[in-house]
């Protein structure tokens, strides 16, 4: 048993709207001029549209185009924000957001990441003025051994672009054992800073927790009102 809304016509939408006192509140159907979109709009379907599936499946919210899997515009002049909201005592219970990657090409396949995949990323967009958005900072998770039950060794990477241009650069990394390093991907203290490459890859071993390498003078200036020292 099934309810089947047909419009036979050339030309022309298959909708069930959802109405108080003759005034349609929601409609729902398929847009025969949107390339047969599913659509949930608060009058028509093809005005003030909520709700949109496309043919391959991208969803939109406030979004009749989706170009993603799912994508959410905000409302006109207005901050788009996103909230999950976990209630409980449990500390364990909390808001997630889960970022996963799984080695395939095929859609519900489960293979272990390698080294050197990206697991996820926070990326951070602005519009660049010729129908394009542009990456300006991202936020990228690195795995940097083959995931098991024993080992899922991980670095965060952070990047951002420079002037004049729009290509994203790494700019400080948190490495799976803990160090930081700024200007360094491979950092070899808790905190290692580098302006260029000094030619020097061992340590000693009671030198080791902050590391400021360059390839000529290096130094470091601690800066308090009127009194500094070196």
């Known amino acids: 048993t099934r309810l089947q809304i047909d419009n036979t016509a050339t030309d022309g939408d298959s909708t069930l709207?959802?109405?108080?006192?003759?005034?349609?509140?929601?409609?729902?159907?398929?847009?025969?001029?949107?390339?047969?979109?599913?659509?949930?709009?608060?009058?028509?379907?093809?005005?003030d549209t909520r709700f949109t599936i496309d043919s391959s499946g991208n969803f939109g919210i406030n979004n009749s185009s989706p170009a993603q899997v799912f994508e959410i515009s905000g409302h006109s002049n207005a901050a788009a924000t996103f909230s999950l909201t976990s209630y409980s005592t449990n500390e364990g219970k909390r808001a997630n957001i889960s970022l996963r990657h799984s080695n395939s090409n095929t859609v519900g396949t489960n293979t272990a990441v390698d080294s050197g995949d990206d697991l996820g990323a926070i990326s951070f967009e602005g519009y660049d003025a010729n129908s394009e958005y542009q990456p300006g900072a991202q936020i990228v998770a690195e795995a940097q051994a083959t995931f098991s039950t024993s080992t899922a060794q991980t670095d965060l990477m952070f990047k951002t672009c420079t002037t004049d241009s729009t290509t994203l650069a790494e700019r400080m990394r948190i490495a799976a054992n803990g160090n930081v390093g700024i200007g360094e991907s491979v950092p070899l203290a808790q905190l290692h800073v580098k302006t260029a490459d000094s030619g020097i890859s061992t340590l000693d071993d009671k030198g080791n927790d902050m590391v400021v390498e360059g390839s000529g003078n290096t130094g470091i200036s601690i800066l308090g009102g009127a009194l500094h020292k070196v």
Request: hydrophobic share 30%; aromatic share 10%.
């Open 17 to 47: 709207s959802f109405s108080l006192s003759g005034t349609d509140k929601f409609t729902l159907g398929v847009a025969d001029g949107d390339s047969d979109k599913f659509k949930i709009g608060t009058a028509g379907i093809d005005t």
